[in-house]
């Protein structure tokens, strides 16, 4: 005997709600999965009229369903927002290019301004690690105000048991938090709407929507740990759906020790742009190019910052260690 | 007890969930007749040992299929209808979507 | 969404071959006989020295068990209590360097109702304990869980202390102990005479059958493994806390090791206890305000613990639990478990790791003033994490429940939240606790029971609750606290309605405007 949906009672369900456990009919899914949004929006203020907002779409299946519902939610409440969708193209064959594809797609399905940074554009090579600081930048010569992007409840509980797991209780404070003020001149504030939305219920949204999105693996494996976390996370979820809630409640409600030490958030010496070194990364890999130090952008180098920013010689065991392997 | 009847069933590997099968999103199966109608769980060992090409680790897991797969039955999801133990139906379509990469 | 691009590199710890050194690493004579951590290996005798150095040095830097003390040590009959009893019995002896000075108890919680065991499965087991336990020479109390059953309801309601500072009273214990009382005196089996008496009086003989079945009718109401253990956790403390109250103890010892510490608390972000990390995982839990519960073997590992039991022959038994022989997915708490068991032996910090997430994170401070002290949970007794924004995951789950429902059009859930159409009565937006708990009535009605007893819990204790399809067997005690907090809390509702203040208007986003 099919489930009938707990809320228009009429009509056949079509999923169970991890969340609550509901059972909704297409429609309805469709109309609680949009207020929902429209309700975290609202309540955590994420916008204000007339401000431009871009959305940082990569073709997936997070950021395609969010500019879906931008769009929809933009009209149906009037929120006089100025929405665009904002890409980077690093210049990666395969993956991005099929992605990319995707993205143009996108665009002409809502309608939507798209700008396309690529790496070339800003600084002339590529790099993936440094995506969001491309974003950042293509989008203030747009004269955007806000970026949203298509983080979700699972990518951010992830990110709680992934900090839990490294101890690394600067980033544990500040993951679950929806949106980030400007940090600086070239950092514009972000926020993300889909924070309480579940995974299952944006691909089942996309799947019932015949949303045109795209996926494939990802070809920067992620790494080992966060492999473990997104695995757990989802054993999790299979033990009891609301976990993934209860996970995002516990990395809300945290209490960190006064007395425990924060990195200071600073700022790039060189380009002013936010970062919790010396030098950016960005800086760090052009000046290594520079250098003819390739390896300078890989690993962590932070003692040798200084040294850079004052345009200082490196010593010649330093330069051994960071020019190209001769095979 | 009918058991001369075959049940055709449509699978479906989206999300790419497809790369495990070398690529092909669309598979008409003609399931073997057996005397009790065929169950997710027994088509589950189906699908691994008949189509599945590569890594089955990260399709199934157990008897189950990995967290983080989702399925639909006839564009409902599994999870109202019984999933495993969910009898198949001759002409029935089934969808696996995978949510793990890709955002 | 794809993550990698975070810097979440080279930051951990690869397993690294133990190199097998010959010598102990700290006498540097005798061969070692275990490595306790890559790089560090020690032989029997200095093993058991840094063992017994690390209990007192942990209980001397707390400062917080006073000379003469009555402390009661829960004891599983694990390794891990056995372990801690062996180590007070250690303490006390007339040769132990820098004696331990407090009078310790055992008590022993009987679960065997819980996974159908026969009576005489029990009393073999309890007499099992009985047996351990009399080798001590320490009162003890061996207790079936059905005892909890008997509690009053004001075992849910914290006692306060006056306190003064705790550091200047600590010293001033030590030394009128050391005055009053020469060191020999302190005979840990001077109880003895109580000892009896208890125990006759909760022989399992003497107990009702009718009680064994109402507490299984209860667990038979819970529907899933993870909520029937944290209820079970919750119980077993309650019983507890009340046997140290009625016993005049004033210290709960309790045996959880690191890695049983570090599994709970990723256990206990999964099932959303992330406000109480710290209360459940630090030295000193002070929730029960007279009854401090204190964590002695915090900083030992499982595995340090059992090659100890193993060479000294510490005497300890396997007592079934209600996870023994569970797949590992069975429930969150043991799910956690293996997941922690399997990532350490591929990243050996990894229980480390947490561990010291947790000491990084604060415990709430005790507010003395009773009456603007926050409110607490009914079952966990932390204080209450509910009285959450707008934009909290409380809040988002109790959104999502209410636009599922039958009747809510979205324009009537969608911008105001805190108008009628929700709570059935206007919200006071400066009270965000009533606010809460109002809120929460709608959306609790469980088989009819006109009771309130989720806004009375925290988001944890609640998830169990939505596990169970009835909490018509909770304890009387339970029930009765319930009732009366309820009434409480109706009164308060009703005067603030009189108190009614505008709140301030938001300047971002409104959809009806």
């Known amino acids: 005997m099919p489930i009938q949906c707990s809320k228009c009672t009429e009509q056949r369900a079509v999923l169970k709600r991890p969340k609550t456990g509901q059972s909704l009919c297409k429609e309805c899914f469709f109309i609680v999965f949009e207020e929902e949004i429209h309700h975290t929006i609202v309540s955590a203020q994420l916008f204000k009229p007339g401000e431009t907002v871009a959305i940082g779409a990569s073709g997936g299946k997070d950021s395609t369903v969010l500019a879906h519902v931008m769009k929809v939610l933009n009209e149906r409440y009037k929120y006089g927002l100025n929405l665009m969708l904002l890409s980077v193209d690093e210049g990666i064959t395969g993956y991005r290019d099929d992605s990319l594809e995707t993205v143009k797609r996108n665009q002409e399905q809502y309608d939507l301004p798209l700008k396309i940074v690529s790496y070339e554009e800003l600084y002339g090579w590529t790099m993936d690690a440094i995506v969001k600081q491309a974003l950042d930048r293509g989008a203030k010569l747009l004269n955007v105000d806000k970026i949203c992007t298509g983080h979700n409840a699972d990518d951010l509980a992830e990110t709680v048991l992934m900090n839990v797991l490294r101890g690394d209780i600067a980033r544990l404070r500040r993951c679950t938090s929806i949106s980030t003020s400007s940090g600086g001149e070239d950092v514009l504030p972000r926020c993300k709407p889909l924070k309480y939305a579940y995974e299952k219920e944006i691909v089942l949204y996309a799947y019932f929507k015949k949303l045109d999105y795209f996926s494939t693996e990802c070809i920067y494996s992620p790494n080992a740990y966060r492999g473990h976390a997104r695995a757990f996370l989802k054993d999790l979820e299979s033990v009891r759906p609301s976990a993934i809630m209860a996970v995002l409640h516990s990395g809300e409600n945290l209490s960190i020790k006064e007395s425990v030490k924060m990195p200071v ?31 300078l952008g890989i690993g962590k180098h932070h003692r040798l910052h200084e040294k850079l920013l004052s345009q200082q010689p490196l010593s010649n065991a330093e330069e051994r260690k960071l020019k190209a392997v001769d095979f | 007890l009918a058991a001369a009847a075959l049940w055709d069933v449509l699978g479906i590997l989206l999300g790419g969930a497809e790369l495990l099968f070398d690529g092909v999103k669309e598979h008409h199966v003609t399931l073997p007749s057996q005397s009790e109608p065929w169950n ?12 599945l090409k590569e890594r089955p680790e990260l399709f199934v897991q157990g008897d189950d299929v990995r967290p983080g797969i989702l399925v639909l039955i006839n564009d409902a999801d599994w999870e109202l209808m019984g999933q495993l133990d969910y009898e198949l139906q001759d002409k029935d379509n089934v969808v696996f979507i995978s949510t793990l990469h890709g955002g | 969404m794809c993550q990698v691009d975070e810097e979440y590199n080279g930051l951990l710890e690869s397993p690294v071959a133990s190199s097998a050194t010959k010598k102990c690493n700290k006498c540097k004579e005798t061969t070692a006989a275990l490595v306790l951590k890559p790089g560090e290996s020690l032989c029997r005798g200095c093993f058991k020295e840094h063992f017994v150095h690390k209990f007192r040095a942990m209980l001397g830097k707390n400062r917080i068990i006073f000379p003469g003390e009555k402390v009661l040590l829960a004891v599983s009959g694990g390794s891990s209590s056995c372990a801690m009893l062996n180590q007070v019995q250690e303490g006390l002896g007339q040769n132990a360097h820098k004696k331990l000075r407090f009078k310790p108890g055992i008590v022993y919680i009987d679960e065997g109702c819980l996974l159908g065991q026969s009576t005489e499965k029990r009393q073999k087991t309890m007499a099992q304990i009985n047996s351990l336990f009399k080798m001590t020479g320490f009162p003890h109390h061996i207790i079936p869980l059905e005892m909890v059953l008997n509690l009053p309801p004001s075992v849910l309601e914290p006692v306060h202390l006056a306190t003064d500072d705790p550091a200047g009273s600590y010293k001033e214990a030590v030394d009128h102990f050391m005055q009053s009382s020469p060191v020999h005196s302190v005979d840990p089996r001077v109880d003895r005479s109580e000892l009896s008496a208890l125990t006759d009086a909760t022989n399992p003989q003497l107990i009702a059958e009718a009680q064994t079945q109402t507490l299984q009718e209860l667990f038979s109401r819970v529907k899933t493994l993870t909520a029937k253990e944290d209820l079970l956790h919750t119980l077993r ?46 030295f000193c839990d002070p929730r029960y305000g007279d009854i401090v519960a204190v964590k002695p073997m915090r900083d030992y590992t499982a595995k340090e613990i059992s090659l100890y039991n193993y060479m000294w022959n510490v005497p300890y038994v396997f007592i079934p639990s209600l996870e023994t022989k569970t797949a590992d997915k069975s429930s969150i708490q043991r799910l956690t478990e293996s997941f922690v068991v399997k990532l350490q032996v591929d990243f050996p910090s990894t229980v480390s790791t947490i561990y010291r997430t947790g000491e990084k994170l604060q415990t709430a401070s005790v507010t003395e003033d009773i009456e603007r002290a926050p409110l607490k949970c009914l079952f966990c007794m932390c204080t209450l994490d509910t009285a959450l924004g707008e934009t909290s995951a409380f809040q988002a789950t109790l959104i999502s429940e209410q636009l599922s429902n039958v009747g809510t059009t979205p324009m009537q859930a969608s911008l105001r939240p805190d108008t009628q159409t929700k709570c059935g009565a206007p919200c006071d937006q400066q009270d965000g606790e009533e606010h809460c708990q109002a809120q929460a009535v709608c959306c609790s009605h469980k088989g009819g029971d006109s009771m309130n007893l989720e806004s009375l819990l925290c988001y944890s204790c609640q998830q169990t609750v939505k596990d169970m399809t009835s909490v018509e067997f909770l304890p009387q005690y339970i029930m009765s606290e319930a009732q009366r907090r309820n009434r409480r809390s109706q009164i308060r509702h009703e005067i603030s309605e009189f108190l009614l203040t505008e709140d301030g208007d938001s300047p971002s986003i409104k959809a009806d405007s």
Request: charged share 15%.
């Open chain 1, 265 to 295: 958030q600073g700022t790039c010496g060189r380009c002013g742009y936010i970062s919790s070194q010396a030098l950016c990364k960005a800086c760090v890999l052009l000046e290594g190019l520079n250098r003819g130090l390739p390896k």
């Open chain 2, 40 to 51: 997710m769980k027994q088509l589950l060992v189906w699908i691994g040992q008949n189509l």
């Open chain 3, 237 to 282: 403390r309650h019983l507890l806390v009340s046997t140290a109250r009625t016993e005049g103890y004033s210290k709960l010892m309790l045996g959880e090791n690191c890695t049983r510490l570090a599994v709970k608390l990723l256990a206990n972000i999964a099932l959303g206890r992330g406000a109480q990390l710290a209360v459940d995982t630090a």
